[in-house]
């Protein structure tokens, strides 16, 4: 989306959707889910900590769009870059029954690379770890309105670095992971992810590209001047967009529940996933002497610059989404307890418009709140708010 018009909230707009208990993170001073609310930087949230056992609390509150109907807790949230772990998972899983290997390449899977010098023989582990060499953020859906083009256009994108040697947070890299996924298994990627990951979580409503009731659902996002409406229950990202919704590096949409379902499996150690040695490997870094913590299809807690800020101990791990989603884990060892524990925040902080309105601060807020909470023991957890009823 080249911009959105408005950014105005609403008269009326105060009013919350879901509980807001004094002392929870919906009613806690700066960066708490319903004051941002009241400060206009999103329409919606919805949140969750637990762990393997199940929820110890969760909640949500607004409306699916400024002026719009008040959310129930079935929701869908476009996940926007937090699909990229969980098509990570995928291609972890066919890891381990041989399907895939870390160290496959780009050119065995994708003949039109075979000759693309210095990307035939980027890994699907360097893919995973964001050490492909490939760029970020790149609009190529500005100049290319087709999957075709578009996917030529990504072939063309040059090099920041030898692949292996810089670490640059890459949406092109997953792309090309979910391509390198579909000829691997002669599968669609949403096919793939289904069956990899959701199904075997009940996952069930987690989905590309949701049908006409599933979007009714859904929560609102921008008001895109490119596509001339208000988007809701299709895929944020224009790149996204361009290659039909279905992608790698975003895309899926999941109610709360489905999220709460993921980050037990987690906490629990990949319990119905991964066996314990993938699971470590996954959730290693692998980018240890270079600038930032790369785990497999997850990002872990830097020193300085961290999204969840430093409530969250050294070896956790997650990811975020543009749209103002996360999904962030945080080891035993690291503090959280007897076992481990998973934070989920869901927001639509692209709405109407994606002009900076502090939601990092935000997300930094609800960790470290969530966190204090979590280490003062079960019956602090009595603040958060529980779901409206």
Not at 73 to 79: A, K, S, V
Request: proline share 7%; glycine share 16%; with cysteine.
């Amino acid at each position: 989306m080249s911009g959105a018009e408005g950014g105005r909230v609403p008269q009326g707009a105060e009013r919350t959707g879901g509980p807001a208990r004094p002392g929870g993170p919906a009613d806690t001073a700066r960066g708490a889910p319903g004051g941002r609310r009241r400060a206009g930087i999103y329409s919606a949230a919805a949140w969750s900590v637990g762990t393997a056992a199940g929820r110890g609390t969760h909640g949500y509150l607004g409306t699916r769009r400024w002026g719009g109907a008040e959310l129930n807790g079935t929701e869908l949230w476009d996940l926007a870059s937090v699909t990229k772990p969980i098509v990570g998972l995928a291609a972890l899983r066919l890891v381990e029954t041989g399907a895939l290997r870390l160290d496959d390449t780009v050119g065995a899977y994708l003949p039109e690379y075979r000759r693309v010098p210095g990307k035939a023989d980027i890994t699907v582990a360097q893919l995973l770890t964001h050490t492909s060499g490939l760029p970020g953020g790149t609009p190529l859906w500005r100049a290319r309105s087709d999957r075709n083009g578009l996917l030529a256009a990504l072939r063309g994108l040059p090099l920041r670095g030898a692949p292996g040697t810089v670490v640059e947070y890459s949406s092109a890299g997953f792309v090309l992971l979910g391509l390198i996924l579909e000829q691997a298994t002669a599968t669609g990627l949403d096919e793939l992810v289904a069956k990899q990951v959701c199904e075997p979580l009940g996952m069930r409503e987690t989905v590309f590209a949701p049908g006409p009731a599933a979007r009714e659902r859904a929560v609102s996002t921008e008001l895109c001047t490119w596509r001339g409406r208000l988007v809701t229950g299709q895929v944020h990202d224009e790149n996204a967009v361009v290659l039909g919704g279905v992608c790698g590096h975003a895309g899926l949409f999941a109610p709360l529940a489905d999220m709460d379902r993921l980050g037990r499996a987690l906490a629990a150690g990949g319990d119905g996933l991964l066996s314990a040695p993938g699971f470590a490997r996954m959730t290693a870094c692998h980018t240890e002497g270079l600038p930032l913590r790369r785990c497999l299809g997850w990002q872990g807690r830097d020193a300085v610059g961290s999204p969840v800020g430093t409530a969250m101990g050294p070896t956790s791990y997650g990811h975020t989404g543009f749209t103002g989603t996360s999904l962030w884990v945080e080891p035993a060892a690291d503090g959280a307890g007897a076992e481990g524990r998973y934070y989920v925040l869901l927001t639509n902080r692209v709405h109407p418009s994606r002009d900076p309105r502090r939601f990092p601060a935000v997300r930094r807020a609800f960790h470290h709140h969530a966190a204090a909470l979590v280490r003062c023991g079960p019956a602090q957890l009595r603040c958060l708010p529980a779901e409206r009823k």
